[in-house]
């Protein structure tokens, strides 16, 4: 006997209002927010925790970026690790432009070019050390 199953659906995309609303100018947090994130991961939560568009879930943000539910999830996890002691996905660099877009603020690029002006400076006094 064979059974019919549902197709997937994936969740519905963002409405055009809430299109209209993530075309608005993106926002850059405050420094003293973005210094005190430790990583990369640390970053793009804040990013998400300060979202513009509160309505906006994490089903809602993978359909937009074309990521998998499941994968999103772990990106957006607050630990790096999951119970198995598994690494968590990163957000991929191809995806932070529309992430940073379609939530509203700059803090994923904030944070990558304080550490690059910080690896820059590192740098900078080395050579001035020699």
Known sequence: MQTQH???RAPAPL????RERAKA???FLPKDAISACPSFRDAVRLAWENRVQRGMTQSMLAAELRI???HMSGILSRTP???HGKARRDLPARSIAE???LVGNHAVTQYL???????LMEE?????NL
């Open 6 to 8: 549902a197709p997937y």
């Open 15 to 18: 409405d055009t209002s809430s």
């Open 25 to 27: 100018p993106v926002r």
């Open 68 to 70: 998998p539910n499941s």
């Open 81 to 83: 690790v999951d119970r």
């Open 99 to 101: 992430f940073e877009r």
């Open 113 to 119: 070019m304080r550490m690059g002006m910080l690896t």
């Open 124 to 128: 900078v006094l080395s050579r001035e």
